[in-house]
Protein backbone atom coordinates (compact mmCIF):
# COMPACT_ATOMS: atom_id res chain seq x y z
CA UNK A 1 0.00 0.00 0.00
CA UNK A 2 3.06 2.25 0.82
CA UNK A 3 4.61 1.60 -2.50
CA UNK A 4 1.15 2.51 -4.28
CA UNK A 5 0.66 5.51 -1.98
CA UNK A 6 4.26 6.56 -3.43
CA UNK A 7 4.21 6.07 -6.95
CA UNK A 8 0.81 8.40 -6.45
CA UNK A 9 2.77 11.03 -4.80
CA UNK A 10 5.13 11.34 -7.03
CA UNK A 11 2.96 11.17 -10.82
CA UNK A 12 0.85 13.49 -8.73
CA UNK A 13 3.71 15.56 -8.12
CA UNK A 14 5.13 15.29 -11.70
CA UNK A 15 1.69 16.64 -12.60
CA UNK A 16 0.94 19.78 -10.94
CA UNK A 17 5.02 20.39 -9.94
CA UNK A 18 5.22 24.13 -11.19
CA UNK A 19 8.75 25.49 -13.21
CA UNK A 20 9.75 28.66 -13.68
CA UNK A 21 12.09 29.51 -17.01
CA UNK A 22 14.05 32.67 -17.39
CA UNK A 23 14.98 33.21 -21.28
CA UNK A 24 17.01 35.36 -22.70
CA UNK A 25 15.41 36.49 -26.19
CA UNK A 26 17.74 38.01 -28.33
CA UNK A 27 16.31 40.35 -31.32
CA UNK A 28 19.13 41.12 -34.12
CA UNK A 29 17.86 43.94 -36.30
CA UNK A 30 19.38 44.66 -40.29
CA UNK A 31 19.84 48.16 -41.73
CA UNK A 32 21.73 48.67 -44.68
CA UNK A 33 25.25 48.27 -43.28
CA UNK A 34 24.83 47.27 -40.16
CA UNK A 35 23.05 44.90 -37.55
CA UNK A 36 22.02 45.46 -34.02
CA UNK A 37 20.62 43.67 -31.62
CA UNK A 38 18.11 44.04 -28.27
CA UNK A 39 18.19 41.24 -25.20
CA UNK A 40 14.49 41.11 -23.40
CA UNK A 41 14.33 39.09 -20.54
CA UNK A 42 11.76 36.71 -20.67
CA UNK A 43 10.21 33.92 -18.07
CA UNK A 44 7.77 31.64 -18.70
CA UNK A 45 5.60 30.29 -15.40
CA UNK A 46 4.41 26.95 -16.43
CA UNK A 47 2.51 23.48 -15.26
CA UNK A 48 3.10 22.45 -18.37
CA UNK A 49 -0.55 20.36 -17.71
CA UNK A 50 -3.08 22.97 -17.33
CA UNK A 51 -1.67 26.30 -18.04
CA UNK A 52 1.13 28.77 -18.39
CA UNK A 53 2.57 32.58 -18.42
CA UNK A 54 5.11 33.72 -20.41
CA UNK A 55 5.99 37.74 -19.74
CA UNK A 56 8.65 39.19 -21.84
CA UNK A 57 10.80 42.36 -20.37
CA UNK A 58 13.14 44.28 -21.88
CA UNK A 59 16.54 45.43 -20.71
CA UNK A 60 16.66 49.03 -20.42
CA UNK A 61 20.07 50.82 -19.95
CA UNK A 62 21.28 48.01 -18.71
CA UNK A 63 18.91 47.11 -15.94
CA UNK A 64 16.32 44.58 -15.79
CA UNK A 65 12.98 45.19 -15.02
CA UNK A 66 11.53 42.41 -13.17
CA UNK A 67 7.80 43.29 -12.11
CA UNK A 68 4.77 43.52 -14.45
CA UNK A 69 1.74 45.17 -15.04
CA UNK A 70 -1.30 43.01 -13.06
CA UNK A 71 -3.95 46.00 -12.14
CA UNK A 72 -5.97 48.42 -13.97
CA UNK A 73 -4.54 51.52 -12.42
CA UNK A 74 -1.10 50.31 -12.93
CA UNK A 75 -1.88 49.67 -16.29
CA UNK A 76 -4.01 52.89 -17.29
CA UNK A 77 -0.75 54.55 -15.62
CA UNK A 78 1.27 52.91 -17.86
CA UNK A 79 -0.51 53.73 -20.99
CA UNK A 80 -0.77 57.91 -19.80
CA UNK A 81 3.36 57.93 -19.78
CA UNK A 82 4.90 57.40 -23.18
CA UNK A 83 8.24 57.60 -21.56
CA UNK A 84 8.13 53.78 -20.11
CA UNK A 85 7.80 52.69 -24.06
CA UNK A 86 10.40 54.98 -25.57
CA UNK A 87 12.57 53.51 -23.53
CA UNK A 88 11.98 50.03 -24.92
CA UNK A 89 9.85 48.72 -21.50
CA UNK A 90 7.92 45.45 -23.46
CA UNK A 91 6.43 45.04 -19.79
CA UNK A 92 2.85 44.76 -21.30
CA UNK A 93 3.38 41.41 -23.46
CA UNK A 94 2.18 38.39 -21.82
CA UNK A 95 1.18 35.45 -23.38
CA UNK A 96 -1.34 32.93 -21.40
CA UNK A 97 -1.78 29.66 -22.86
CA UNK A 98 -4.38 27.36 -21.64
CA UNK A 99 -3.31 23.94 -22.36
CA UNK A 100 -6.37 21.98 -21.47
CA UNK A 101 -8.20 24.50 -23.35
CA UNK A 102 -6.22 24.45 -26.73
CA UNK A 103 -6.01 28.46 -26.23
CA UNK A 104 -3.86 31.40 -26.05
CA UNK A 105 -4.54 34.85 -24.86
CA UNK A 106 -1.97 37.15 -26.04
CA UNK A 107 -1.66 40.72 -24.19
CA UNK A 108 -0.08 42.86 -26.70
CA UNK A 109 0.85 46.88 -27.50
CA UNK A 110 -0.58 48.46 -29.74
CA UNK A 111 0.50 51.61 -32.27
CA UNK A 112 -1.31 54.10 -29.54
CA UNK A 113 0.62 52.43 -26.39
CA UNK A 114 -2.85 50.46 -25.12
CA UNK A 115 -2.73 46.86 -24.11
CA UNK A 116 -4.82 44.51 -26.07
CA UNK A 117 -5.89 40.93 -25.62
CA UNK A 118 -6.08 38.71 -28.57
CA UNK A 119 -7.56 35.28 -27.89
CA UNK A 120 -6.45 32.19 -30.33
CA UNK A 121 -6.10 28.86 -30.96
CA UNK A 122 -2.92 26.78 -29.63
CA UNK A 123 -0.75 26.34 -32.93
CA UNK A 124 -0.12 22.79 -33.69
CA UNK A 125 3.56 23.07 -35.26
CA UNK A 126 4.67 19.78 -37.43
CA UNK A 127 7.66 19.52 -35.34
CA UNK A 128 10.54 17.14 -36.84
CA UNK A 129 12.78 15.31 -34.34
CA UNK A 130 16.15 14.17 -35.20
CA UNK A 131 18.14 11.89 -33.25
CA UNK A 132 21.01 15.10 -32.47
CA UNK A 133 21.63 15.80 -28.43
CA UNK A 134 23.54 18.73 -26.99
CA UNK A 135 23.32 19.99 -23.05
CA UNK A 136 21.73 22.99 -22.01
CA UNK A 137 22.02 24.41 -18.23
CA UNK A 138 22.65 20.54 -17.87
CA UNK A 139 20.12 18.96 -19.05
CA UNK A 140 20.42 16.61 -22.07
CA UNK A 141 18.37 18.48 -25.10
CA UNK A 142 17.22 17.03 -28.22
CA UNK A 143 16.68 18.86 -31.92
CA UNK A 144 13.65 19.40 -33.66
CA UNK A 145 12.71 21.86 -36.65
CA UNK A 146 9.61 22.86 -38.14
CA UNK A 147 8.31 25.92 -39.87
CA UNK A 148 5.65 28.88 -39.56
CA UNK A 149 4.98 31.86 -41.32
CA UNK A 150 7.32 31.56 -43.73
CA UNK A 151 10.37 31.25 -40.96
CA UNK A 152 11.99 28.27 -40.14
CA UNK A 153 13.02 27.11 -36.77
CA UNK A 154 15.62 25.19 -34.79
CA UNK A 155 14.13 23.95 -30.83
CA UNK A 156 16.05 22.08 -28.51
CA UNK A 157 13.86 20.36 -25.88
CA UNK A 158 14.68 18.19 -23.34
CA UNK A 159 12.36 15.01 -21.87
CA UNK A 160 14.18 15.48 -18.14
CA UNK A 161 11.19 17.85 -17.25
CA UNK A 162 7.96 16.37 -19.16
CA UNK A 163 6.50 19.76 -19.65
CA UNK A 164 4.34 20.39 -22.68
CA UNK A 165 5.95 23.75 -23.16
CA UNK A 166 7.89 26.64 -24.02
CA UNK A 167 8.79 30.57 -24.74
CA UNK A 168 6.38 32.45 -26.64
CA UNK A 169 3.51 30.68 -28.25
CA UNK A 170 6.29 27.52 -28.79
CA UNK A 171 4.71 24.02 -27.25
CA UNK A 172 3.84 20.12 -28.20
CA UNK A 173 6.79 18.58 -27.72
CA UNK A 174 7.71 15.89 -25.70
CA UNK A 175 9.89 17.83 -22.85
CA UNK A 176 10.17 21.94 -21.99
CA UNK A 177 11.91 23.67 -24.71
CA UNK A 178 15.01 25.36 -23.78
CA UNK A 179 16.04 26.78 -26.85
CA UNK A 180 14.44 27.50 -29.82
CA UNK A 181 15.59 30.19 -32.82
CA UNK A 182 15.19 30.65 -36.52
CA UNK A 183 17.40 29.87 -38.59
CA UNK A 184 17.77 32.95 -40.28
CA UNK A 185 19.95 33.77 -36.95
CA UNK A 186 17.10 36.54 -36.31
CA UNK A 187 15.47 35.47 -33.56
CA UNK A 188 16.94 33.09 -30.47
CA UNK A 189 15.36 32.13 -27.14
CA UNK A 190 17.42 30.74 -24.60
CA UNK A 191 16.96 29.48 -21.23
CA UNK A 192 19.03 30.91 -18.76
CA UNK A 193 17.68 29.05 -15.57
CA UNK A 194 15.30 26.80 -14.47
CA UNK A 195 13.49 26.38 -10.95
CA UNK A 196 10.91 24.62 -9.50
CA UNK A 197 8.25 26.46 -8.09
CA UNK A 198 5.33 26.50 -5.14
CA UNK A 199 1.72 26.43 -7.20
CA UNK A 200 0.79 29.92 -7.99
CA UNK A 201 -2.98 31.49 -7.45
CA UNK A 202 -5.28 31.29 -10.55
CA UNK A 203 -5.35 34.94 -10.40
CA UNK A 204 -1.97 34.82 -11.50
CA UNK A 205 -3.15 33.50 -15.31
CA UNK A 206 -4.80 36.56 -16.33
CA UNK A 207 -4.32 40.22 -17.24
CA UNK A 208 -6.46 43.50 -17.51
CA UNK A 209 -6.59 45.31 -21.05
CA UNK A 210 -8.37 48.04 -22.57
CA UNK A 211 -9.87 46.32 -25.45
CA UNK A 212 -10.21 42.81 -27.60
CA UNK A 213 -9.24 42.19 -30.88
CA UNK A 214 -8.24 39.45 -33.06
CA UNK A 215 -4.73 38.14 -34.33
CA UNK A 216 -5.39 39.16 -38.02
CA UNK A 217 -6.43 42.63 -37.17
CA UNK A 218 -3.57 43.49 -35.00
CA UNK A 219 -0.95 42.31 -37.97
CA UNK A 220 -2.66 44.03 -40.43
CA UNK A 221 -3.04 47.11 -38.42
CA UNK A 222 0.81 46.42 -37.26
CA UNK A 223 2.05 46.62 -40.84
CA UNK A 224 0.01 49.13 -42.19
CA UNK A 225 1.74 51.46 -39.66
CA UNK A 226 5.07 49.98 -40.70
CA UNK A 227 3.97 50.25 -44.64
CA UNK A 228 3.12 54.50 -43.49
CA UNK A 229 6.29 55.06 -41.84
CA UNK A 230 8.14 53.09 -44.76
CA UNK A 231 6.70 55.17 -47.15
CA UNK A 232 7.33 58.37 -45.40
CA UNK A 233 11.13 57.59 -45.18
CA UNK A 234 11.53 56.24 -48.20
CA UNK A 235 10.60 59.78 -49.77
CA UNK A 236 12.75 61.59 -47.63
CA UNK A 237 15.58 59.73 -49.22
CA UNK A 238 14.79 60.74 -52.89
CA UNK A 239 16.38 57.96 -55.54
CA UNK A 240 18.01 56.02 -52.88
CA UNK A 241 16.77 51.96 -52.93
CA UNK A 242 15.82 51.49 -49.31
CA UNK A 243 13.74 48.03 -47.88
CA UNK A 244 12.42 47.16 -45.11
CA UNK A 245 11.69 43.90 -43.47
CA UNK A 246 9.16 43.35 -40.43
CA UNK A 247 10.85 41.83 -37.99
CA UNK A 248 8.18 41.37 -35.38
CA UNK A 249 8.24 37.69 -34.54
CA UNK A 250 4.21 37.92 -34.39
CA UNK A 251 4.19 39.19 -37.36
CA UNK A 252 4.30 37.11 -40.75
CA UNK A 253 7.52 37.89 -42.51
CA UNK A 254 6.48 41.05 -44.28
CA UNK A 255 8.67 42.86 -47.24
CA UNK A 256 8.24 46.40 -48.61
CA UNK A 257 10.70 48.30 -51.34
Known sequence: MKFLFLIFFLSYNILVAQYKIEYDYN???????????????????????????????????????TNYKNSIKEME????????????????????????????????IDSKGHYCMIPRKLVKFDYTIFDE?????????????FS???????????????INDGPWIL????????????TDGFHEFIATSIKKIPSIKESFFSFPYKYLT??????????????KQFKYNK?????????????????PLTFFE
Not at 171 to 182: D, F, M
Not at 235 to 251: M, P, R, V
Request: glycine share 6%.
Open 27 to 65: IYVEFPGNISSVTTKSFLITDGFNQSRYVKNRVVNGNLE
Open 77 to 108: DNDNSKKNHIKGDSIGYVIIKKIQKDSIYMRM
Open 133 to 145: YKEILGYNCQKAI
Open 148 to 162: YEERNFEIWFTSEIP
Open 171 to 182: QGLPGIILQAKT
Open 214 to 227: DLTTYQNEYIKNKE
Open 235 to 251: SQEGDAKITLKINNLDI
